[in-house]
């Protein structure tokens, strides 16, 4: 009798497309998204990562792939702002920078403000994702390198501390 309720149950259950979930994994790993949502009727997949280490692993494997593409970044380099001295924060992904939390609030931070490790500096939107961009450290913010709504590059200089 057993055997008889374990049909019927499976045939009522969802069907996972695991083709579909390593494929939106794949698109999370190569773009620098926290989340990612599709929707086919009423069948929904979101399939979403911890954002814990993942940016310093990002930041450590930019020098090496950095070597491998010289000519492309100095063709790329002058488009980017000139970074004052002190650590720079840059985009972990592609998208658009909002400096508030919505329109009409006042910045996240300003030039001049004290920040400690954590503190949210701005916002990068990529896919419809919100992603806070957050200091790594403690400091001052000596220098806000993009503007509101701007488009932003992977490995984009956007905040300076000192």
Do not use: C, H, W
Request: hydrophobic fraction near 50%.
């Amino acid at each position: 009798m057993a055997d008889t309720d374990g049909p019927s149950k499976r045939k009522s259950a969802m069907t996972v497309d695991t083709a579909m979930v390593r494929e939106l994994a794949e698109l999370i790993a190569e773009t620098g998204l926290t989340e990612i949502e599709v929707a086919d009727g009423e069948r929904r997949i979101r399939v979403s990562r911890a954002m814990t280490a993942a940016p310093v692993a990002a930041a450590a494997a930019a020098p090496a792939a950095a070597a491998f593409a010289a000519p492309a970044a100095a063709a790329a380099a002058p488009e980017m702002p000139a970074v004052a001295a002190g650590m720079a924060v840059k985009s972990p992904m592609v998208g658009t920078v909002y400096l508030t939390s919505e329109p009409g609030a006042p910045p996240f931070v300003r030039v001049g403000d004290t920040v400690k490790a954590g503190d949210t500096l701005l916002i990068v939107e990529a896919m419809k994702v919100m992603n806070p961009i957050t200091a790594p450290s403690a400091g001052v913010i000596a220098d806000i390198l993009v503007g509101n709504g701007d488009p932003v590059e992977y490995d984009q200089p956007l905040v300076t501390l000192a």
